[in-house]
């Protein structure tokens, strides 16, 4: 398995589509039939990614690569980047305007749910070009 | 439990999907990220956030059923969303403790 990848483009001006990378993803782990508990931490921190490039940074392409003993995650897009990254990692911290807030989003808990529920996860964002998230899932054997 | 003790309960109206599929566990939430992380496989989710981001959480979390309470009536988007994915949607005039009350009673 170790140089499957796939790749996505998410839309940033189509709520209604947000997560559907998260889930194609999830569908293709599920029939590579890796462990459950693998599949459900890629879920959350996929979708988390994927949501946060919707809202905040216009839309952006996903990759994701089983390699070398680990699912690995790159969502890269051209927003406005991330101006200061340890506010941003602050569980509560957000600057989702109120009405994506009256859709259920906003909590402030994506970046650190993607810290939380990958083994390594890296963030390169300047502010005006754009950010880059990776993120990796142990998983051996793969 | 299955959904159809619940169903018994006029407060509880199937808007679309089976009756009679399988309930693990009642989840109540109204954040996605919450929900995304938290709500259980196999569960039944209470929530008042009518929209088709509930339905895209609902369907990677695997849940059974989606409750929308406060009377919310779901969107014609919505419901087409829950039929594609196979989720129950239901909707009922309680509260939302009210309506996970009623849901965890029928688990017991
Ligand atoms: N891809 C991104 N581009 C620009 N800003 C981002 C991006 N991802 C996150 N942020 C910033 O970091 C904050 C915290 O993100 P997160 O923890 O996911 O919370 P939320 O998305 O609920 O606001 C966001 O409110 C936003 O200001
Ligand atoms: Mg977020």
Redesign the interface.
């Known amino acids: 398995m170790s140089d499957m990848a796939f790749c996505y483009i998410v839309p940033g001006d189509d709520f209604t589509r947000a997560g559907e990378a998260s889930a194609d993803v999830k569908s293709r782990l599920k029939m590579l039939g890796l462990p459950t508990d693998v599949i459900r931490r890629v879920s959350i921190a996929m979708y988390e990614g994927e949501i946060n490039m919707v809202i905040h940074a216009g839309g952006g392409e996903a990759e994701v690569r089983l390699d070398n003993g680990a699912i690995y995650m790159e969502l890269r897009d051209r927003g406005p980047g991330i101006q200061d990254l340890s506010l941003a990692m602050k569980e509560g911290y957000s600057t989702a305007p109120e009405n994506i807030r009256s859709l259920g989003f906003g909590a402030g808990m994506g970046l650190p749910n993607m810290k939380k529920y990958t083994d390594r996860m890296e963030i390169e964002s300047a502010p005006g070009e754009g950010t880059t998230v990776k993120m990796w899932v142990n998983c051996p054997g793969i | 439990m299955a959904l159809e003790t619940l169903l018994q309960d006029p407060n509880f109206t199937l808007v679309s999907g089976p009756s009679d599929c399988s309930l693990s566990r009642v989840f109540c939430c109204?954040?996605?990220?919450?929900?995304?992380?938290r709500a259980p496989e196999g569960g039944i989710w209470i929530t008042v956030?009518n929209?088709?981001?509930?339905l895209?959480?609902a369907?990677?979390c695997e849940v059974h059923a989606v409750v929308l309470a406060e009377n919310v009536i779901p969107q014609e988007?919505v419901i087409q969303r829950a039929k594609l994915e196979g989720i129950s949607l239901i909707s009922t005039p309680l509260p939302i403790f009210e309506a996970a009350l009623a849901a965890q009673n029928c688990l017991d």
């Open positions: 109204d954040l996605l990220s919450v929900a995304m992380s956030m929209n088709l981001n509930t895209a959480v369907s990677l988007d």
